[in-house]
């Protein structure tokens, strides 16, 4: 074990030379191979496995963990953040609290924010997921918003079945896109939508049933309180 700690010592320091900024020499865990561009700054507790590689100006906060993934330049990754066998492209912003799993790619100025996860699907450039969501098997388009809440319904029980997000579709919160499915170029889908079948290019499409308000309704009644009547 302490040799382990000196061989990932050395490799920080030998980080730290070449001009990045690593926040504490012992709080971080290079356990396969980092490259990095320059002006790279790494916080504590950040662990590092297999092939990474950070490009120029990348910052990553602490306690984030990075395996055999691809960071471009400019690109933030905010604390406690995963990524894994992922690409991100460059001036991203990715966390805090965010999980990247293996086949993700991320495009260029793409937001992906608290909560946040991926799983073995392509975004687009300038794409906003930004809290609790969870898109997988899905390959979306440029200038999209994902709402809060929403999900990709991938698995029919048997596999996992592909969603389409065309470009600058808005997604509202809280939407089920059942897979397979697409959502054609410049749609938006209300909020609280279970989206079943493919949504037509450039329209509103809301599913949900309506607000129904029941005005002679008594309310359920406790048994304690039934019980005390009684008496």
Known sequence: MGDLKEIQKRKARKLLKSGVEILDLDKIEIRGKLRCGKNVEIGTNVIIEGDVVLGSSVKVESNTIIISSNVGDKTKIKSFSSIKKSFVGKDCIIGPYARLRTGSKIGNFSQIGSF?????????????INHMAFLG???LGRDITIGAGTITCNHDGVG??????ESGSY??????????????ANSTIGSGSTITTNVPKGK???ARARQT???NWKGPK???IQKHKNL
């Open 116 to 128: 946040v996860e991926i799983k073995n699907s392509i975004i687009g450039s300038n794409c906003r």
């Open 137 to 139: 098997d899905a390959k």
């Open 160 to 165: 996992a079945c592909k969603t389409i997000i």
């Open 171 to 184: 997604i509202g919160s809280n939407v089920n896109l059942v897979a397979p499915v697409k959502v054609s």
């Open 204 to 206: 509103l499409t809301i």
């Open 213 to 215: 308000t029941i005005s």
């Open 222 to 224: 406790s048994k304690k």
